[in-house]
């Protein structure tokens, strides 16, 4: 367990490490600093409680969670258990500049992959 | 100091352009040298706004003003109103079918975020003729720089 990052957050470049995914939108710098992680599939929820920064870990694909993550100045999505989005929701993205991800972990293990890596929830 | 005001069409059960007006208001938000958090404020409350008038509201506008005091939004629709608004605006109830559950929204959070996100808001609605928001943002908003 790497748990030495947990105060200063952890780089999307070691995000995409741990989750083994795949960068769906291109070539990014991914220095950014993941502060913290928030899972749902609930965008209202995105809306109404996640801090500008996060990470989100979602299983829906439709472009309105580019816009959400968007206007909300999330730092990234990964999208889990393989299900990619659309090109069109990808082009969305690499327009805002939003960097997304893809993991074949399913929810749950791949915020459980994250925890034991030292990105802690944001009620800690 | 003159600012134009502008207005965005939101069309019915449209959820590929959903969020399109909310994102013009940011970039104009933006242009002006809004401070962040006013812009995500703002943003956040229009793009609720939005999703509303797209899923209840039979097409309607969004539009925006601003003035040295403050940046408003309106957002009108033509759908079919809001019988009780005193329990629309609670949170949780909510009258979403599966189809908007299924795309991550319809949970009842809309208005009460609206409401949290704003400086001063309020809503009106008739049965049969349309509901129209009107979303104040005041706080962090200064002209000095626009």
Request: with cysteine.
């Amino acid at each position: 367990m790497i748990k030495s990052n947990s105060e200063s957050g952890t780089s999307l470049r070691h995000v995409v490490k741990i989750l083994n995914a795949e960068v769906l939108t291109g070539e990014e710098p991914l220095d950014q600093t993941v502060q913290h992680v928030e899972c749902t599939d609930l965008m209202s929820q995105v809306l109404a409680f996640i801090k500008s920064g996060n990470l989100l870990l979602t299983g829906l694909t439709n472009i309105q969670v580019v816009n959400t993550a968007d206007i909300s100045g999330l730092i990234g999505v990964v999208f889990v258990r393989g299900r990619s989005p659309s090109k069109e929701v990808i082009a969305k993205a690499k327009e805002v500049g939003l960097p997304l991800f893809l993991t074949s972990y399913s929810m749950y293990e791949a915020a459980g992959h994250l925890y034991l890596n030292g990105l802690p929830g944001s009620t800690e | 100091m003159h600012y134009p005001r502008h207005e965005f069409p939101i069309k019915e059960m449209d959820f590929v352009r959903a969020g399109e007006a909310s994102l013009q208001v940011k970039k104009i938000l933006r242009e002006m040298k809004a401070e962040n958090d006013l812009v995500r404020r703002a943003t956040i409350a229009c793009y609720e706004a939005e999703i509303n008038a797209v899923v209840y509201g039979r097409d309607g506008v969004m539009s925006l003003e601003v003035d040295d005091e403050g940046i408003y939004i309106y957002v009108e629709d033509k759908g079919d109103g809001i019988p009780d608004i005193e329990q629309a605006m609670m949170e949780g109830f909510s009258t979403a079918t599966e189809e908007i559950r299924e795309m991550g929204f319809g949970a009842g959070m809309g208005l009460p975020n609206i409401m949290k996100n704003a400086d001063e808001f309020t809503i009106s609605s008739a049965v049969g003729e349309g509901t129209r928001l009107k979303i104040i943002f005041r706080s962090g908003w200064t002209t000095e720089e626009a």
